[in-house]
């Protein structure tokens, strides 16, 4: 039940990022490429999504194997998250101003949705 909570909130935090990049890439002058917000948002919801699949599995588990899934589920993300960084900024080269600026937007947007969820949840529960 919690997941799906965790995914239709997932869902429209996309629907919004994805909206206000199609906003800025058609209706102002800044040079962002509406494909790269595109990617960028998929490969945060994927890491997002996982990382929450994680910590709700451990939910109704005992208390110590409940902190083990909130630490699994930090240690994915932080190291999904650098692996993406990795391929975005030495692979793909996408360095330009724009780019990291979104990158580092959508990071903050989609991490804090994140630690957000697992504290609200963690403050209703006790460990």
């Known amino acids: 039940m919690a997941f799906k909570k ?4 997932l869902l429209l935090l996309d629907l919004a990022v994805l909206l206000t990049g199609y ?3 058609t209706f102002t002058a800044l040079n962002l490429i509406f494909s790269d917000i595109v990617i960028q948002t998929m490969c945060y919801s994927v ?3 996982i990382s929450l699949f994680v910590f709700c599995r451990g939910e109704n588990k005992d208390p110590g ?11 994915v993300k ?3 998250e650098m ?3 990795l391929i975005w900024f030495q692979v793909l ?3 330009y101003p724009f780019t990291l600026l979104i990158f580092f937007i959508l990071y903050l947007a989609f991490s ?10 963690l403050k209703r529960k006790s460990l």
Do not use: D, E, R
Not at 6 to 9: A, I, K, P, R
Not at 65 to 75: C, P
Not at 112 to 121: A, D, G, H
């Open 93 to 95: 080269k996408k360095t």
């Open 65 to 75: 194997s409940q902190t083990m899934h909130i630490l699994v589920a930090i240690t």
């Open 83 to 85: 692996v993406f960084a």
């Open 78 to 80: 932080l190291l999904l």
């Open 6 to 9: 965790v995914l239709t909130g």
């Open 112 to 121: 804090l949705y994140s630690i957000i969820f697992m504290l609200n949840t």
């Open 47 to 49: 890491i997002a999504g």
């Open 23 to 25: 906003f800025l890439t």
